[in-house]
């Protein structure tokens, strides 16, 4: 058996007390079959003692930066404003000396503002990233040569992750578990927490009318029902008259609540119950891609292809939580 994967939060100066315990809930909650947590979660900072916060307390951290040379992912909550992190986009001496403890092929991973931290450090240098909408601007005149995404919740470059603010970490943190033990493990993370099982990195971070004005129809019952009936042709005519709307209407309506069109919403729906069924049951490929409303075994390849990069048959070689799948 794999010892659990060594995940080492970094608290700075200044921290948000809720994107601090944004790790320890998501990675925390994430179990093997057998009830064995897949991940081990050790909170650090510079110098071990009180951290202060952004809010009325400090913190108490009992470990300093060694624990960085331990870990196998580091996570940068948010600090409030730029934390350790000087207005010309430099390091604090302590803060510099303490991501050198940072191992090469380390996993990095930042949470709002924590991607300040990285771009000083020059771990973010041309490459994407996203941090919270309202600083992005900043972000980008700070660090030219980073590649800012500031409409996207969270961005995946493969072993260097950033998100936007608040609840976009808890995103991205499913998102690790999502890929690093499969869908399965990520949606029960997800209901144990309470949250979404899942919004795609490329959703829009700044959605104009979260909330449906009083008075005013949502979309909410026509998602309901496509949910239910994912594995039947769905025509935006169907989700529309749902709601008593026409296609125009509910069109607008549903990207200022979701962030995303009908139709890309549609596709990560599918492409989440297809790898639910492909790491949950034995159903044959074709099965699988009717039942999720894909139709052919080769309209799922491709969607899957495009979603995570991998077919099918791989997606169920990996992350398969019982017997061999039978026809795959």
Not at 15 to 27: D, M, S, T
Not at 70 to 89: C, F, N, R, W
Not at 244 to 267: C, K, N
Not at 291 to 298: H, L
Request: aromatic share 6%.
């Amino acid at each position: 058996m794999q010892p659990p994967h060594r995940v080492a939060v970094l608290a700075l100066p200044g921290l948000l007390p809720f994107e601090l315990g944004i790790p320890h809930r998501i990675f925390g909650r994430a179990k093997d079959a057998a009830g064995r947590p897949l991940y081990e979660i050790v909170t650090c900072a510079p110098v071990a003692g009180p951290v202060e916060t952004d809010a009325d307390f400090a913190v108490q951290v009992e470990h300093g930066p060694e624990a960085l040379a331990a870990a196998d992912t580091v996570v940068v909550p948010a600090s409030y404003e730029l934390g350790p992190v000087h207005e010309e986009g430099r390091l604090t001496p302590e803060l510099a000396a303490a991501l050198a403890h940072i191992r090469p092929g380390t996993r990095l991973v930042a949470i709002c503002t924590g991607g300040y931290v990285l771009a000083a450090a020059g771990y973010l240098d041309g490459r994407p990233a996203t941090t919270h909408w309202a600083s992005a601007e900043h972000f980008q005149r700070l660090f030219p040569s980073v590649r800012v995404d500031a409409d996207v919740l969270f961005v995946d470059d493969g072993d260097v992750l950033t998100s936007a603010g608040v609840a976009a970490g808890l995103d991205l943190c499913l998102h690790i578990v999502r890929r690093d033990h499969g869908a399965a493990v990520a949606n029960e993370v997800a209901r144990r927490t309470v949250v979404p099982p899942h919004r795609d990195g490329g959703q829009a971070q700044y959605i104009a009318r979260p909330v449906p004005e009083a008075g005013t129809q949502s979309t909410t019952a026509a998602r309901a029902w496509a949910l239910a009936h994912l594995h039947e042709p769905i025509q935006l005519r169907d989700l529309a008259e749902r709601e008593a709307m026409s296609v125009r209407t509910f069109t607008r309506r549903f990207r200022d609540e979701v962030g995303i069109s009908p139709g890309q919403w549609l596709t990560q729906q599918r492409v989440e119950r297809a790898r639910h069924l492909l790491e949950t049951t034995d159903l044959p490929v074709d099965r699988v891609a009717r039942d999720a409303g894909f139709g052919t075994a080769q309209s799922l390849r491709v969607h899957l292809m495009s979603a995570i990069g991998v077919t099918p048959t791989s997606y169920r070689r990996t992350f398969r939580t019982g017997a061999p799948a039978a026809g795959s």
